[in-house]
């Protein structure tokens, strides 16, 4: 199979400092990825889509100076909070696409972001 | 505007009954459909998926059929267990677009012994 490893899974920060979430994909390359945030008994809501090499593509809403979204290499792409809030507390999740697994997408196991 | 849709935030089925998940669209351009099965706290789990050519596709005891006139879908699990008791959320994508997914809002299952 493919692997993405997601960093940390939980974290709580204190408002007005930055958080940064990493996902690995441990056996594969991965030129997209894609970040999603999820609030509790809701959807996956896909906030950007990453693109190794150039620069995220956003979705409508997502503030791309908040939500900073780096894919430097072929296996690691960040998503850094930056001054959260405590609004930006949710779950965030990666995901890359690869045809090594049943359904083409591989997800990671997501990272509780608690702000204080 | 949301494309993918579950108007069913919760299902309850005895087990060893059928359940029935339902999923509707609103974006022609989609072509790939998926079913994830999701726990609190965990990514998802892939099920089962069905290409916009096909109107159904058959693993174990999961059934996902397409209606495309109707822009809808449906996930049957038979028979039903309780381990299969979590949220399960439809996804949906245009593959030659990136093919980032579109997840519905989700149901919630609840398979009782």
């Known amino acids: 199979g493919a692997v993405v490893s997601q960093h940390p899974s939980r974290v709580i920060c204190k408002s007005g400092t930055s958080v940064k979430i990493e996902c690995r994909s441990l056996d594969f390359q991965a030129t997209t990825m894609f970040w999603y945030r999820q609030f509790p008994k809701q959807s996956l809501m896909l906030m950007a889509t990453?693109?190794?090499?150039?620069?995220?593509?956003?979705e409508q809403g997502v503030e791309k100076d908040k939500f900073l979204i780096n894919h430097a290499s072929l296996t690691l792409s960040t998503l850094t909070v930056t001054s959260a809030h405590p609004e930006d507390s949710s779950f965030y999740i990666c995901s890359a696409r690869t045809n090594r697994v049943q359904g083409g997408y591989t997800f990671g196991s997501g990272t509780r972001l608690t702000v204080v | 505007d949301q494309q993918v849709k579950q108007n069913s935030p919760s299902l309850s089925v005895q087990e060893g009954r059928i359940s029935i998940l339902n999923c509707d669209y609103t974006?022609?351009?989609?072509?790939?459909f998926l079913w994830y099965k999701k726990y609190p706290a965990e990514g998802p789990t892939f099920l089962i998926s069905?290409?916009?050519?096909?109107d159904k596709n058959e693993d174990g005891r999961f059934t996902v059929f397409l209606n495309k006139s109707a822009k809808h879908l449906s996930l049957h699990i038979v028979p039903s267990q309780p381990g299969d008791s979590a949220v399960y959320f439809c996804a949906a994508s245009v593959r030659n677009q990136g093919g980032k997914l579109i997840f519905g809002q989700g149901t919630e299952l609840s398979v009782k012994p």
């Open positions: 069905i290409s916009s050519i096909k």
């Open positions: 974006n022609s351009m989609f072509d790939y």
């Open positions: 990453s693109n190794e090499g150039s620069k995220a593509t956003y």
